[in-house]
């Protein structure tokens, strides 16, 4: 079943994720799939703090921050599938592997990151997600990501 978030509830990614800022990647749920897919976006700005580093003539998201909003809008699936007996505080997700990363488009300030992740697999406490990040249809990167969930 494929649902749309109210994105007037700004509350619902700071419920699904641990993460504040500056290290929280994915602004808003485009849409989403129970169990299946979601789509979600991270608005690119010039005053991320990445950037004073990296390159401050000629600024570039690190590939590395790409990866982590993949894994975040991942980890937001995850939240929005869960199940009825688990609560909102007793499941962390780790990202636990990287595979098949390729960058193919620098992404810059003013971008704006259009996040797409599907469940492959999952096994007890283990998920693999395809994922791919788009800007403006192109795509920036793609990887498979491998998370663990650890209960409390």
Do not use: W
């Amino acid at each position: 079943m494929s649902a749309e978030i109210n994105n007037t509830d700004g509350n619902l990614i700071l419920q699904a994720l641990p993460h504040r800022h500056p290290f929280l990647f994915v602004d808003k749920v485009l849409s989403y799939e129970s169990g299946k897919s979601i789509v979600a976006q991270k608005n690119v700005s010039i005053s991320e703090p990445c950037f004073a580093g990296h390159f401050p003539e000629m600024p570039v998201l690190p590939g590395v921050i790409i990866i982590e909003a993949l894994a975040q809008a991942s980890a937001v699936l995850s939240y929005l599938s869960r199940d009825d007996t688990e609560t909102d505080s007793s499941n962390y997700f780790y990202l636990a592997g990287v595979d098949k990363c390729r960058f193919r488009r620098m992404v810059v300030p003013g971008d704006t990151l259009i996040l797409h992740c599907a469940l492959q697999r999952h096994a007890r406490n283990l998920f693999r997600f395809n994922t791919r990040a788009e800007v403006n249809g192109t795509v920036a990167c793609e990887a498979q990501l491998l998370a663990a969930r650890q209960n409390d």
